[in-house]
């Protein structure tokens, strides 16, 4: 089994910083990739940013410049540092592992529960 825990969530004034952290423990042989997603009331789970083996990065287009994706693999962590947040990002924020749980096995993806991020203006 493999778990992700999300911490760092909380509220916070518009143009304020949050860092979000978010662990995978468990079966773990190799990380392909880990991202956060986000979902707000009533809209569908959306993308945020990504990073994959090599540092590559992918952001959704509202958060580029304002959010920075790290992560350590050798540590099966990745963290997502958010500026100047406004409250359009208040969402529930959820951690994916793209993750080998063994040499010979298959890479799934696997979800945190989430962490509230609330923005008020």
């Known amino acids: 089994q493999v778990q992700l825990v999300e911490s760092g969530g909380g509220s916070v004034q518009a143009g304020g910083s949050l860092r979000l952290s978010c662990v995978a423990s468990?079966?773990?042989?190799?990380?392909?990739?880990m991202g956060w997603y986000r979902q707000a009331p009533g809209k569908p789970r959306e993308m945020v940013a990504t990073?994959?083996?090599?540092?590559?990065?992918n952001y959704k287009n509202s958060v580029s410049g304002r959010f920075t994706i790290s992560g350590d693999f050798a540590r099966n962590t990745v963290y997502l540092q958010m500026n100047n947040l406004k409250p359009e990002d208040t969402a529930v924020y959820y951690c994916l592992g793209s993750i080998k749980p063994t040499r010979w096995g298959q890479v799934n993806a696997f979800w945190g529960q989430g962490t509230q991020v609330t923005v008020s203006s």
């Open positions: 468990g079966n773990i042989f190799s990380i392909n990739a």
């Open positions: 990073i994959a083996t090599g540092d590559v990065t």
